[in-house]
């Protein structure tokens, strides 16, 4: 856990800002631990698009005022994307979602390999991760290799991992956090490794981007995407690409828009101007949880807070859960290892289906999620796939103890019966 002293969060006023967290189920507040499915928003991302919409709502290119300024939106949200991920504004992509655009890039990266070339997976991985890969190997003649789970604490075996890479390797695609265990795995020795024989790193952020600071060029990414809805923003979807590598792979374009710079070329058809426009005010937000000079130097601080508030959600998460008669905890469940997961929490109760545990905790106002979150390998790799998977709590920033422990002392409940 990081001791530096740090200016905490102020968790009541910045729950004011977002409406939702207002709701209630039968007289009491909502607790929204949905959160790796998709995050609240604040009210200035809701009025951001609304104001678009209904001021600025025009297509691109035009030579009037609507226009310039749906463009002005389009060069905001580049410089806000590549304040989050540490890149340059010409590298960004935007898409739908992180799996479409995953799917495209995965496809025109398959167009400069070669039938026998492997791509290097992870047990760990949200399919977003997975399945482009073993599409395009089915296309190609590629070949995908699986880096295994541990069981016991829900980490990647790293020594397996390397293993696998060879002169054959062109890809390595693994998760900066896992959305079913939480787990940060080494990232710095999965980008090295990678590079070592000559393949690109290609990381998936989308759990991580709402409890960690992203830094492409920093950590020597050659890919990196995310999805704004799990970090305060809207459904959109957006990668940023090293510059030489956006500039060279094939890109299915519309004649006309042949020449776009380096990542925009992947950009196909018209995207949602609000939703660019309700992602800026998202980063914007989490800027403002910081402090600093610079939009970028902002937003490590306010990352450095939200660490700190969410390692001390997930202190106190572990000691209750663990407590729970029959719970079962997946992942890592040492409390001095608190740096190497983020607050999401997978688990099952004896004799209570997972389906039946969110259903109870439902109606109670607690929301979880259930099943496999689309983390296949993960939960095949536990054992759960046929028992319906696990229950999943997920915190954020504006999470606070007493949900915690509403959240623990329903369980308790659950487990008695």
Same mark, same amino acid.
């Given at each position: ?114 039938? $026998? ?23 190609? $003649? ?222 109670? $106002?607690?929301?979880?999620?259930? $099943? ?46």
């Amino acid at each position: 856990m990081n001791t530096t002293a740090i200016a905490p969060l102020d968790v009541a006023a910045l729950r004011r800002q977002f409406p939702a967290l207002a709701r209630e189920i039968d007289g009491r507040p909502a607790i929204f631990l949905d959160g790796p499915g998709g995050s609240q928003v604040p009210a200035s991302v809701i009025a951001a698009m609304v104001a678009y919409l209904q001021g600025s709502n025009a297509n691109l290119g035009g030579a009037f005022a609507t226009s310039a300024e749906s463009d002005a939106v389009y060069a905001a949200a580049r410089a806000a994307a590549a304040d989050l991920t540490g890149s340059l504004p010409e590298e960004i992509a935007f898409g739908a979602n992180m799996t479409t655009l995953n799917f495209q890039l995965a496809h025109a990266v398959a167009r400069t390999l070669t039938a $026998g070339d492997e791509v290097v997976v992870t047990e760990l991985d949200h399919d977003g991760n997975v399945s482009p890969w073993l599409r395009v190997a089915e296309d190609r $003649g590629l070949v995908v290799r699986t880096a295994p789970l541990r069981v016991g604490d829900g980490t990647l075996d790293m020594d397996a991992f390397e293993a696998l890479l060879g002169p054959r390797t062109k890809v390595v695609a693994f998760t900066l956090a896992s959305n079913a265990l939480g787990t940060k795995p080494d990232a710095r020795r999965m980008i090295d490794a990678a590079h070592r024989v000559g393949a690109l790193a290609w990381a998936d952020a989308v759990h991580y981007a709402p409890h960690g600071r992203i830094d492409r060029a920093g950590l020597g990414l050659d890919v990196v995407v995310c999805s704004p809805y799990k970090f305060f923003g809207p459904h959109l979807g957006l990668a940023a690409i090293r510059h030489d590598l956006a500039v060279s792979w094939p890109a299915d374009r519309v004649r006309p828009a042949d020449e776009e710079p380096a990542g925009h070329r992947f950009e196909t058809g018209t995207q949602s101007h609000e939703a660019l426009t309700g992602f800026v005010a998202a980063v914007d937000y989490l800027a403002s949880l910081g402090e600093g000079e610079t939009r970028a130097a902002r937003l490590d601080s306010a990352y450095e807070r939200i660490v700190a508030h969410e390692e001390a959600l997930t202190l106190h998460a572990l000691a209750r859960l663990t407590a729970v008669p029959g719970l079962q905890l997946y992942g890592i469940a040492d409390p001095a290892r608190v740096s190497e997961r983020t607050p999401t929490f997978s688990f099952t109760i004896e004799e209570h289906a997972p389906r039946a545990i969110s259903e109870t905790l439902g109606a109670q $106002g607690i929301f979880t999620w259930d $099943g496999n979150y689309y983390a296949l390998n993960a939960i095949r790799a536990l054992g759960l796939e046929a028992s319906g998977g696990a229950v999943r709590a997920g915190f954020l920033h504006y999470t606070t103890v007493a949900e915690v422990d509403r959240l623990v002392d329903a369980l308790d409940r659950i487990a008695a019966v």
